[in-house]
């Protein structure tokens, strides 16, 4: 094994009284890549949340196949993000951005050619292998370049770069599938930007690798995969293709459960595990993984719905629903980037999350408590910001409290679980809420239309069919508006407990100063005063690159002495 030696200094320029002014051009400059690259994955996740009224209208799909459409895409991301996380910390990891980079292309491209809504669902588990790789990849590759103490500012970047995905995602897909293009580009869109972010990423981005002895857990991994999608698929199905009690859902649930249970048996016996067991030993590391499960369930579960509310509700174009939610938009990208700025200035990072928990808490119940169909817009506003603070000010900096409390070597591993659980929350949020969407628009709906006479199941919106309110009859198109209305509040209603409890597992966190390092220091615990002192200047890191050349380093990031990364 060789190692590298490199002063850390800001690239391109060796005066280190110029360091400050030009250490933030070092990093971001190699990270463009992978930010391009995340913002296209974000972009293909929200680009067809407005769209999805008119592809299932047009496609025939059902108020289940909605679900489903968003679904596969979150499930393949949730069962492959601890597994792209484990390869970051034995492969390349500029390698393994391309190649999901790559297999996000090929989804991409299949999914503009479906012609049933099976096909699309089917495609999008293939995009959503792709999104997995860009989730867990991007903290990741951040976290092997920038320090605890600095790495909030870029977080806070990231969070930015997201935050403009999800709202040009939205916009984009509404102006699409309200032009001539059709819905088609909502997906083809996103193929030229892909390919630009390769070209991007290939000659900007370098990233260090820890040269070791590679055991990959196959088998880990199949059974992760296995289990979670075993438990995904019960909680998307049951109630609706099968009853909750019946021996069809004993043996899905039951074949979840037997594989996550042989999972955690492997994993505690196999050399490089997927998910290392030891990491459940450190409180931090728990009360991040429930935090950001609870967190992924209200943010997933909840939002999503709500440009089908806007549309099929308060009868809204796709153009218009995505101008609607600018609100939690804003919160979203004002939020995180000030919380970022200020734990990079001061050290801390624990407010933060105390204050997005109760923001988003908030947020969830004051829309449950008022959300229909004529609630003033204004009102509506103030909460999806509410929602948007608290998404801003959670998501990114629960990973960056775990990478803190982490070795170099189990970092991908760390950050991925983190995600993952998170992606886990979020895939079972939007199953578990959509079955409520679902079932409490059908009773509504047969409950209105008895009232006026017609039977239950004698129309296509009776039976579950997304509806086209511009065909409907009035009397019918207010019923539908209603149900909409309701059955949405009901979502944020199971929504906001679940925001609730994350609120309670970061109360529980304990906070300790961010690391002016990029690895644990080897001789000790981390001098708790260092995030109140000066960042030097000086100081070298050993680094063991499989890239051609060392990777950019934060001039003023590091403490003295050389630090094996």
Same mark, same amino acid.
């Given at each position: ?23 933030? @051009? ?6 463009? !890549?992978? %930010? /391009? =690259? #995340?913002?296209?994955? &974000?972009?293909?996740?929200? $680009? ?75 495609? @999008? ?6 999104? !997995?790789? %860009? /989730? =867990? #990849?991007?903290?990741? &590759?951040?976290?092997?370049? $920038? ?85 995904? %698929? ?332």
């Amino acid at each position: 094994m060789t190692s590298t030696t490199a002063p850390v200094r800001t690239a391109g320029s060796p005066d280190p009284d110029a360091a400050g002014a030009t250490s933030r @051009r070092s990093v971001l400059i190699p990270l463009s !890549g992978l %930010l /391009t =690259a #995340l913002f296209v994955g &974000v972009l293909s996740s929200t $680009i067809v949340s407005n769209a999805l009224p008119r592809i299932l209208g047009e496609l025939g799909g059902s108020q289940a196949q909605y679900t489903w459409v968003v679904t596969a895409s979150l499930l393949a991301m949730t069962a492959s993000t601890p597994i792209w996380g484990k390869l970051a910390d034995l492969f390349s990891k500029k390698l393994l951005v391309q190649i999901s980079i790559l297999i996000f292309i090929v989804g991409s491209v299949l999914c503009g050619f479906s012609t049933s809504t099976s096909e699309l669902i089917g495609y @999008r588990v293939l995009q959503g292998l792709g999104m !997995g790789g %860009l /989730t =867990a #990849l991007a903290q990741v &590759v951040i976290a092997a370049i $920038i320090p605890p103490r600095e790495r909030g500012r870029y977080s806070g970047y990231l969070g930015a770069i997201m935050s403009v995905a999800i709202v040009g995602g939205p916009l984009l897909g509404g102006v699409i599938v309200d032009s001539a293009l059709g819905w088609r580009w909502c997906f083809f869109v996103a193929v030229p930007l892909a390919a630009i972010s390769l070209v991007v990423l290939q000659r900007t981005l370098s990233v260090p690798t820890i040269k070791r002895e590679v055991h990959i857990d196959y088998l880990g991994a199949l059974l992760i995969a296995g289990g979670v999608s075993a438990v995904l %698929l019960w909680t998307s199905l049951g109630g609706k293709n099968f009853p909750w009690v019946s021996w069809t859902s004993l043996a899905v649930l039951g074949a979840g459960i037997v594989a996550l249970a042989l999972a955690v048996l492997t994993e505690s016996r196999v050399r490089e595990p997927i998910i290392p067991l030891f990491l459940f030993r450190q409180r931090t590391v728990v009360l991040a993984i429930v935090a950001g499960l609870f967190v992924g369930v209200a943010m997933f579960g909840s939002t999503v719905f709500l440009s089908q509310y806007f549309q099929l509700s308060r009868g809204a174009t796709a153009t218009q629903a995505g101008l609607m939610t600018l609100p939690m938009i804003a919160g979203m990208l004002i939020a995180s980037t000030v919380a970022g700025q200020l734990i990079t200035r001061y050290g801390r990072w624990k407010r933060y999350l105390v204050l997005g928990a109760v923001s988003l808490t908030a947020g969830l119940t004051l829309t449950a408590l008022f959300l229909s169909a004529e609630v003033p817009y204004w009102q509506l506003a103030i909460f999806m910001a509410l929602v948007g603070i608290g998404i801003g000010m959670t998501q990114q900096n629960l990973v960056l409290a775990v990478q803190n409390t982490v070795s170099m070597r189990d970092m991908g591993s760390a950050s991925s679980t983190v995600a993952f659980f998170r992606s886990l929350g979020g895939s079972a949020g939007v199953a578990g809420l959509g079955a409520v969407l679902a079932g409490s628009v059908a009773g509504s709906v047969n409950s209105g239309l008895a009232a006026l006479g017609i039977p239950a199941g004698s129309t296509s919106v009776s039976g579950g069919t997304i509806p086209n309110l511009a065909t409907l009859p009035d009397p019918v198109r207010q019923i539908v508006t209603e149900a909409y209305g309701a059955a949405t509040a009901h979502v944020f209603a199971f929504a906001a407990p679940l925001a609730a409890l994350a609120l309670i597992a970061i109360l529980f966190m304990r906070e300790t100063p961010l690391r002016t390092t990029i690895d644990i220091e080897p001789d000790g615990p981390v001098d708790e005063s260092a995030a109140s002192l000066p960042l030097p200047r000086t100081g070298r890191h050993e680094l063991v690159s499989s890239d051609a050349e060392p990777a950019p380093a934060l001039a003023g990031s590091t403490g003295g002495g050389r630090h094996r990364v």
